[in-house]
């Protein structure tokens, strides 16, 4: 899934740090140091896919020199403690093709120059070798300086003010995002990124009535591993792939992240499958098909299928440990536990249809449409949903239709019957 992405970070003197050696680093290229008269050589850095130089219109020529663009730099601040550059981190969605990645970033290099007036470094990495393979990312380097035909001239300070670097840093977070989700527009993916916080995500959620999605924003953020953690984590995961076992977190902090992000995948799978059964289920019932028949279907479809139709036993397997349950166990809640997906069929079924969405649930229960509001004993009760299913899966398809008849034409006697009660002397 496509992920967020983007921080901000000052290259700064008095931290010991310099512009020279963090451009040589991030493009993987030797660029001798002027001021400070050393050579920083990271020639034999590798998984840098591509690089490039943006400068306004007027710049002089030796913008397009690296060495010579953050040599100039240098040479521009005076002071022991100044700030000689401005890192831009984003990351990458691995949806998209490499030219596509490229693309974008340009076009996000582009308006730093545009909006700022600065010279901007881009070099666009790829995933480690030995971490996930989806996280493609780039280092966009800037000037602190505004860079014109002259030289560098006066500081940006609308990004080093109070008042206004918090404004401008989220209007180009919010500029990132626009970026990403048009690329995978493009190629026709439904995941979209989202750069506000995971608050005001959730407000919007309740805003427009989606409660399972503001339950899944209903979360802390992702706790940051820091680099020593995350190097022992991609040791440890390299060494589980290669034994064939299955991974296992090695430090506090990658115990968290990692049953976050899994916590996060399984409530995903679950919402899309359920999103699979209100859509079975409505379009079976304009189909014309009974309540109980349409609610099997929907079952079928979101534990036993994807939505190109092909068979997922690893995914089902998966929704079955999230409602705390197996294939092969009964389908009654434990009284440890909550049956959320069943919950969700059952709010699903009773916003979209009302009293009739009531009955069947009711119906799905194990109970009989005329049960409605009575205590149903467990010796007396209905077979179970998962029951249910398997009688249907193994009833060859004319004894199918024939029930499906059956139960149409209940309904077809049920609504002759309110017509029949229905005074014609009052208004409906």
Request: glycine share 6%; charged share 40%.
């Given at each position: 899934?496509?992920?967020?992405h983007l921080s901000v970070k000052t290259i700064?003197?008095?931290?010991?740090?310099?512009?020279?050696?963090?451009?040589?680093?991030?493009?993987?290229?030797?660029?001798?140091?002027?001021?400070?008269?050393?050579?920083?050589?990271?020639?034999?850095?590798?998984?840098?896919?591509?690089?490039?130089?943006?400068?306004?219109?007027?710049?002089?020529?030796?913008?397009?020199?690296?060495?010579?663009?953050?040599?100039?730099?240098?040479?521009?601040e005076t002071r022991r403690n100044s700030v000689?550059?401005?890192?831009?981190?984003?990351?990458?969605?691995?949806?998209?093709?490499?030219?596509?990645?490229?693309?974008?970033?340009?076009?996000?290099?582009?308006?730093?120059?545009?909006?700022?007036?600065?010279?901007?470094?881009?070099?666009?990495?790829?995933?480690?070798?030995?971490?996930?393979?989806?996280?493609?990312?780039?280092?966009?380097?800037?000037?602190?300086?505004?860079?014109?035909?002259?030289?560098?001239?006066?500081?940006?300070?609308?990004?080093?003010?109070?008042?206004?670097?918090?404004?401008?840093?989220?209007?180009?977070?919010?500029?990132?995002?626009?970026?990403?989700?048009?690329?995978?527009?493009?190629?026709?993916?439904?995941?979209?990124?989202?750069?506000?916080?995971?608050?005001?995500?959730?407000?919007?959620?309740?805003?427009?009535?989606?409660?399972?999605?503001?339950?899944?924003?209903?979360?802390?953020?992702?706790?940051?591993?820091?680099?020593?953690?995350?190097?022992?984590?991609?040791?440890?995961?390299?060494?589980?792939?290669?034994?064939?076992?299955?991974?296992?977190?090695?430090?506090?902090?990658?115990?968290?992240?990692?049953?976050?992000?899994?916590?996060?995948?399984?409530?995903?799978?679950?919402?899309?499958?359920?999103?699979?059964?209100?859509?079975?289920?409505?379009?079976?019932?304009?189909?014309?098909?009974?309540?109980?028949s349409a609610g099997l279907a929907a079952l079928?479809?979101?534990?036993?299928?994807?939505?190109?139709?092909?068979?997922?036993?690893?995914?089902?397997?998966?929704?079955?440990?999230?409602?705390?349950?197996?294939?092969?166990?009964?389908?009654?809640?434990?009284?440890?536990?909550?049956?959320?997906?069943?919950?969700?069929?059952?709010?699903?079924?009773?916003?979209?249809?009302?009293?009739?969405?009531?009955?069947?649930?009711?119906?799905?229960?194990?109970?009989?449409?005329?049960?409605?509001?009575?205590?149903?004993?467990?010796?007396?009760?209905?077979?179970?949903?998962?029951?249910?299913?398997?009688?249907?899966?193994?009833?060859?398809?004319?004894?199918?239709?024939?029930?499906?008849?059956?139960?149409?034409?209940?309904?077809?006697?049920?609504?002759?019957?309110?017509?029949?009660?229905?005074?014609?002397?009052?208004?409906?």
């Amino acid at each position: 899934m496509a992920s967020y992405h983007l921080s901000v970070k000052t290259i700064k003197r008095s931290a010991g740090r310099s512009a020279t050696a963090a451009a040589a680093y991030r493009v993987g290229e030797r660029i001798e140091c002027q001021r400070e008269g050393r050579i920083h050589d990271y020639t034999r850095k590798q998984g840098i896919e591509e690089t490039f130089i943006l400068a306004p219109k007027d710049a002089p020529d030796w913008a397009q020199d690296r060495s010579r663009l953050w040599n100039e730099v240098e040479a521009s601040e005076t002071r022991r403690n100044s700030v000689t550059a401005r890192e831009w981190e984003l990351a990458l969605p691995s949806e998209i093709s490499a030219e596509d990645r490229s693309q974008i970033t340009r076009d996000f290099a582009q308006e730093l120059v545009s909006r700022y007036g600065v010279a901007v470094d881009v070099a666009i990495h790829a995933p480690h070798r030995e971490g996930d393979q989806r996280n493609h990312h780039a280092h966009v380097l800037t000037s602190t300086r505004k860079l014109e035909a002259s030289g560098f001239t006066a500081k940006t300070r609308v990004l080093d003010s109070a008042k206004t670097g918090g404004v401008e840093i989220e209007q180009m977070r919010g500029l990132w995002a626009e970026l990403q989700n048009r690329a995978l527009e493009r190629v026709g993916e439904v995941e979209r990124v989202d750069h506000r916080s995971l608050e005001a995500q959730r407000e919007t959620a309740l805003d427009r009535g989606d409660k399972l999605s503001a339950e899944e924003l209903d979360r802390d953020p992702e706790l940051k591993l820091g680099p020593a953690a995350n190097s022992m984590e991609r040791r440890a995961k390299a060494m589980a792939e290669r034994q064939g076992r299955e991974y296992v977190p090695v430090t506090e902090r990658g115990a968290v992240v990692h049953a976050a992000r899994q916590a996060r995948a399984a409530f995903r799978e679950m919402r899309e499958r359920l999103d699979i059964a209100r859509e079975t289920y409505g379009i079976e019932r304009e189909a014309g098909q009974g309540r109980v028949s349409a609610g099997l279907a929907a079952l079928r479809a979101a534990t036993s299928k994807e939505r190109d139709g092909r068979t997922s036993d690893d995914i089902r397997e998966r929704l079955s440990q999230v409602v705390g349950r197996s294939r092969d166990q009964d389908d009654t809640p434990k009284p440890e536990g909550r049956n959320y997906a069943r919950e969700r069929l059952k709010e699903i079924m009773e916003k979209d249809a009302g009293r009739d969405g009531q009955a069947a649930v009711h119906k799905l229960d194990g109970h009989s449409e005329y049960d409605l509001g009575e205590d149903t004993g467990r010796d007396g009760r209905k077979p179970s949903v998962n029951e249910r299913l398997k009688d249907v899966l193994n009833k060859p398809r004319e004894r199918l239709e024939i029930e499906d008849k059956r139960d149409q034409e209940k309904d077809q006697e049920v609504e002759k019957d309110r017509d029949i009660d229905r005074d014609p002397g009052l208004s409906h």
